[in-house]
């Protein structure tokens, strides 16, 4: 009996411990910089329905991922749309070779209000972890925003 509830007061300590290592952890999407924040996700490029892919010329495959950088600005706690920037991304893989994404320029207008961000494809295999290296030059400014962030990407079926 002695043995028994030593067992259970032992996986009684232990279970905190075990559950902490199955929890998901936040995953970031913005960074921000004084008045200005960088927002930046991959996603599998099949995610995109094809008639926006085909308007915007973007490749569908399951092992293309998109990376999608913007910036915004908050004035008087109200944040803008996406604003025009120059953006910069390398792609390191865990054998440290680095690949700089060839981003291209989105605009859209809705009742007037238009908004800026880019996305660029990146070619991956299953399971593979990607550090994600951002510049951001907010346009009229020359101090770069910086932004690194990692994320395991995987093939869909």
Request: glycine share 4%; aromatic share 8%; hydrophobic share 40%.
């Amino acid at each position: 009996m002695k043995t028994l509830l030593s067992f259970i007061f032992t996986l009684a300590l232990s279970l905190p411990a075990f559950a902490q290592i199955d929890q998901p952890k936040e995953i970031k999407t913005s960074q921000q910089f004084g008045v200005y924040t960088v927002h930046y996700n991959v996603f599998n490029s099949k995610m995109v329905p094809a008639q926006i892919a085909e308007i915007h010329k973007l490749t569908r495959s399951k092992d293309i991922a998109l990376v999608n950088i913007s910036l915004t600005k908050t004035e008087n706690g109200v944040a803008s749309l996406g604003l025009p920037a120059k953006v910069s991304v390398k792609a390191i893989n865990l054998m440290q070779q680095t690949k700089a994404l060839e981003f291209k320029e989105i605009k859209e207008t809705d009742n007037g209000a238009s908004a800026t961000y880019y996305l660029a494809p990146y070619r991956h295999t299953n399971e593979e972890d990607i550090r994600f290296e951002v510049s951001v030059v907010p346009e009229g400014e020359t101090k770069p925003l910086t932004v690194s962030f990692t994320r395991r990407l995987f093939t869909e079926n």
